[in-house]
C-alpha cells in the first residue's frame, strides 16, 4: 500500500514538471521582464536657529532595485531598498523590502502591497515632511488614481505601523487631486493619521488623531511660454484630538499659497502659510507657527533624461522674526525598462 502512494506521488509529480515544461515556452512570449534600478545622492543641511524645528545634517544615499514581469497591463515587482547614512554603520538602517501588484492603463493605476513613495505620493510639506522620502520611501498599503481628459483623482492607504505589546498602531490614508480648464486649475488635497496605543496600555497615554485639508486654485504658465511656472492660493485647515484630554478637535485654519517659476536651470519658490498653526503628525514642524514664508532658490545642475541634479537655498521666516536657512543636494539617477 504504501508502494502504491509512492507511485502514485511520483507519477503526478512527473505530470505537473511535463505540464510546467510546455507552458514556460507560453509565458515567455505573453509576459515582459522588467527592471529598475535608482540611486539617489542625499545632502540636507539645516541651519535652524529659531528653535520651531530640529537643526540636523542629513547626508547619504541610496540604492535601491526592483525586477519583475509584465502581462496585459499587470505586473508584478520586488527588490529592496537601502539608505546609507553617512557616519553610521551599514546596518543602522534596516533594508527596505519592495514588493508589490500593480494594474495600469491610459486611464488608471492601482497598486498594493510595498511599493515606492517617489512619483506617486506628492502633499504639501505642511501635511507630509521631505524627510519621509529618506527614512520611509516606500508606501506599505495601497494606491489608486483616475485620470480624465480635466483632470486626476488618487487616494492611498498606508500601513505604519503593526500593533503589537510594544509597538503602536499606525496608519495613514490621503486622497488628492486635480481639475483644470486650459491654464486655470483646482488642486484638492485630504489627510488623515491615526495614532493608537501599543497592546499593553501605557500610562497617560491615548489614542490620537491628525486630520486636514488645502484646497487651492491656480493658475499655470503657458506651454510655449520661456518661464514654466504657477501661482495658486487657497485654504489650509486641520483638526487634531487626542482622545479623552482634548475637548472634541482642536481646529485651524489659515490662508495657504504658492508661487514657482523656472527658466532654463534656475528656478525659484514660494510658499505662504498665514493664520493659525497646524498639527500635522508627519508634517513640515515649521507650519505649526501662525505665520511661515519659505522661499527656495534652486539651481538645476542636472537636466538628463534619466538624471537629475537639484540644489536648493531655502530660506525660512517664521512668525516675521526669525529668519533660518537650509541648503539642499538631491541627485536622483534612475534607469530601467
Not at 551599514?90 to 517617489?118: A, I, M, V, W
Not at 485654519?253 to 498653526?277: D, P, Q
Request: aromatic content about 16%; hydrophobic content about 35%.
Amino acid at each position: 500500500m504504501i508502494y502504491y502512494f509512492r507511485l502514485r506521488k511520483k507519477r503526478t509529480m512527473k505530470k505537473l514538471i511535463y505540464i510546467l515544461f510546455w507552458m514556460l515556452p507560453f509565458a515567455g512570449v505573453s509576459q515582459n521582464f522588467e527592471y529598475q534600478i535608482l540611486f539617489e545622492g542625499i545632502g540636507d543641511n539645516r541651519e535652524y536657529f529659531s528653535g520651531k524645528a530640529l537643526p540636523q545634517t542629513i547626508l547619504g544615499s541610496r540604492g535601491a532595485f526592483e525586477l519583475g514581469i509584465e502581462m496585459d497591463n499587470h505586473r508584478v515587482r520586488g527588490g529592496l531598498s537601502q539608505l546609507l547614512e553617512f557616519g553610521s554603520d551599514l546596518d543602522y538602517h534596516k533594508p527596505k523590502l519592495t514588493l508589490y501588484y500593480q494594474y495600469s492603463d491610459e486611464q488608471k493605476d492601482f497598486l498594493f502591497g510595498s511599493f515606492p513613495r517617489r512619483g506617486r505620493i506628492d502633499f504639501p510639506l505642511v501635511m507630509m515632511t521631505d524627510t519621509l522620502l529618506y527614512y520611509r520611501p516606500n508606501i506599505e498599503g495601497l494606491f489608486g488614481e483616475v485620470r480624465w481628459d480635466w483632470g486626476h483623482q488618487n487616494g492611498f492607504v498606508d500601513w505604519v505601523s503593526r500593533q503589537t505589546d510594544v509597538k503602536r498602531e499606525n496608519f495613514t490614508a490621503g486622497f488628492s487631486g486635480e481639475i483644470f480648464q486650459k491654464n486655470l486649475f483646482l488642486q484638492n488635497y485630504l489627510l488623515m493619521f491615526h495614532d493608537a496605543g501599543p497592546g499593553i496600555p501605557l500610562p497617560n497615554d491615548h489614542i490620537k488623531d491628525y486630520m486636514g485639508f488645502a484646497l487651492q486654485a491656480g493658475v499655470r504658465t503657458s506651454e510655449n511660454s520661456a518661464v514654466n511656472g504657477f501661482i495658486k492660493a487657497g485654504i489650509l485647515g486641520s483638526s487634531f484630538r487626542e482622545r479623552s484630554v482634548t475637548n472634541g478637535f482642536k481646529n485651524a485654519t489659515s490662508l495657504f499659497a504658492e508661487a514657482r517659476a523656472r527658466y532654463k536651470n534656475y528656478g525659484i519658490k514660494s510658499v505662504l502659510h498665514s493664520g493659525k498653526g497646524h498639527q500635522f503628525k508627519d508634517g513640515d514642524r515649521f507650519y505649526r507657527q501662525d505665520n511661515y514664508w519659505r522661499t527656495d532658490v534652486i539651481w538645476y545642475f542636472i537636466n538628463h533624461e534619466k538624471i537629475k541634479g537639484s540644489f536648493n537655498l531655502s530660506f525660512h521666516l517664521i512668525n516675521w522674526n526669525d529668519l533660518d536657512q537650509q541648503q539642499q543636494l538631491s541627485i536622483v539617477y534612475l534607469f530601467g525598462k
